[in-house]
């Protein structure tokens, strides 16, 4: 093949570059260099990382949080010279800024909007930030089909459900089934449960993660999370939706088409598998890493999740059966309920039963529940924290 007819490297923009998924994200760019360029980065405070990634890569654009930060990065830079950005400005440039694939890694809810504006400025997203589809999936699917951008999931589930779709039609699954390690709380009693402590929901049997996701698998809101984003980002009822436990983590989902063939990805536990995907796609490229053995692995294990010790799962279905801003207020309440019981002061159960009172006291305030733009998502987001905060003082 001439130089003339190789096919073109795939220009990429990273929101979130030195966080966990941004930095595993440019170790399978820096793999195939002749596959993709990064042209813009956007970070938050970790100017040293963003620095090191900066001289590496050598991105046209570049955004930080603050002044502060520009200033330090410049100076740690010296004479190479970039265009550099801050705050919301700098995380909207990037968005918008000529690329063919934008991902979208930030943590929170800052990344609705800049997330919002690549769709609209006919970038195809790479989606590795749950609350963007969780807070505002229905507004951001009416978007991606708006501008006809794809959207294509990071997180390790989403991903196997979109690469077991792949040739299938969408009008011939029968159910979306979302796997879950169990959380260290699988095999205990509801009284257990009740007296759960801060270590013990942090002692995950499988992974390290940062104490919000930690509590959150313990309580399975994480997986109840990750329904609500499969619900929008395959565009799919929440009752052709299920969840198995699966303790091993190697089946990562599953689709069940009507004819009841079930396709399914398995793997060992790696995201930069998943980022790959979404990085390549319609392609693959190799990745050195471990290979799945499964004579090795011996058997692999299935349960039905009991919603009724875990009712956390049962809160995010109910969500999805509500409204559109509904999932948005049992995130949130979430949110505040886990820090809550991170900070000692309420107990484990405390955390369904916040979530379950302000999500019932989001149904009963009798507004609309629409998310016609992003004022709605952000005022179902306060009215909810501050919901749940009166909900623990009165409890405490």
Known sequence: MSAADAPRSKRLSLLGSTG??????LAVAAAAPERFEVVALAAGRNIEKLADQVRRFRPELV????AAGAAELRERLGSQTIELLVGDEGLRAVAEHPADLVVSALVGA???APTLAAIRAGRDIALANKEVMVTAGALVLREVKAHGVALLPVDSE????????CGQRIEDVERLILTASGGPFRTWTADQIAEATVEQALNHPNWEMGPKITIDSASLMNKGLEVIEARWLFDIPP?????????????HSLVEFVDTSVLAQLGL??????IAVALAYPERIDLDLPVLDLAALGRMDFETPDRKRFPCL??????LRADEAAPAVVNAANEIAVAAFLEGQIRFPEIAATNGAVLNSHVGRGVSGSLRDLADVEEADAWARTCAREWIRGTA
């Not at 989403?158 to 779709?165: M, R, V, Y």
């Not at 049962?314 to 969500?319: K, P, Q, R, T, V």
């Open 20 to 25: 966990s998924i941004g930095e595993q994200t």
């Open 63 to 66: 955004s930080v949080a603050d």
């Open 110 to 112: 800052v990344g609705l």
């Open 158 to 165: 989403h991903s196997a459900i979109f690469q077991a779709l």
């Open 239 to 251: 009752e052709r939706v299920d969840v198995v436990v699966h303790p091993q983590s190697i089946i």
């Open 269 to 274: 536990p790696d995201m930069r598998v998943p």
């Open 314 to 319: 049962e809160l995010a279905f109910e969500s």
